[in-house]
């Protein structure tokens, strides 16, 4: 009888290990925090990343310039011919009517700089003794489309002329600006044609007004010549 009981308590220990081990819950794995392993790196961040990099690059219009001086007669085929690069010409960039930075040409008047994208900006050419011109550029872009871009502008000035009207001159000679179907920057064909009606009447009386002024100067340095009286006989 006594072997029968230690065996029945046997058994019914055995079954009792059985059945904890079956509803016990399976072992949680250990989390260390502050560690995200490189696989487990979601794909949207490294997309993220490169976008910021992409950002983050440096696009800038360089403009190229080159000032010329201006003089002579207004025939076209001479026109090439009455201009000479104008050395120590100012040029000042504007970002409204705020000073932006400035620049001087060198003896070949040429002179480059780079400005930053999606900002409107005037250039103002001057000289002393010279008129001042000045022209309008939009650096504004389709964010798709920005990249680093090159632009060369040239700029003819003349001599201040007493009587001359340069009204004309308050507004920019020319804008430039993003051309999409060309794919970089250009002058704006519509504004020019505008303008140029304007320029051209009042080049036209720059140069009657010089011939005027040449022909007043021969004049009056022939008539201060001494005259030689006659022989006395």
């Not at 080159?66 to 026109?79: D, F, H």
């Not at 000045?134 to 389709?142: A, G, H």
């Not at 003819?156 to 970089?184: C, H, M, T, W």
Request: net charge positive; aromatic share 10%.
């Amino acid at each position: 009888m006594k072997s029968g009981t230690t065996l029945l308590l046997l058994l019914l220990f055995i079954s009792a290990q059985i059945s904890v081990s079956q509803t016990s819950p399976h072992p949680v794995k250990k989390t260390v925090y502050g560690k995200t392993p490189a696989s487990k790196t979601p794909a949207s961040n490294e997309i993220a990343t490169k976008a910021d990099t992409l950002k983050s690059k440096d696009y800038y219009l360089e403009l190229k310039g080159t000032v010329r001086q201006l003089k002579g007669n207004e025939s076209e085929n001479a026109k090439e011919e009455n201009v000479k690069p104008l050395d120590s010409a100012l040029v000042t960039i504007y970002s409204g009517d705020v000073p932006y930075s400035e620049f001087w040409t060198n003896k070949k008047g040429k002179c480059s700089f780079k400005l930053p994208l999606d900002k409107n900006f005037k250039i103002q050419i001057s000289k002393e003794g010279f008129v001042t011109k000045y022209i309008f550029v939009s650096t504004k872009i389709p964010e798709s489309k920005k990249d680093v871009f090159s632009f060369n502008f040239d700029v003819d000035i003349f001599q201040e002329l007493r009587g001359l009207d340069v009204s004309v001159l308050k507004n920019p000679i020319a804008k430039v600006s993003y051309n999409i179907p060309l794919e970089g920057f250009a002058y704006d064909v519509n504004y020019t044609n505008r303008i140029n009606s304007d320029l051209k009447k009042m080049y036209k009386d720059y140069y009657k007004l010089q011939k005027m002024a040449i022909d007043t100067a021969y004049r009056d340095s022939t008539e201060l010549v001494p005259k030689i009286p006659p022989d006395i006989k």
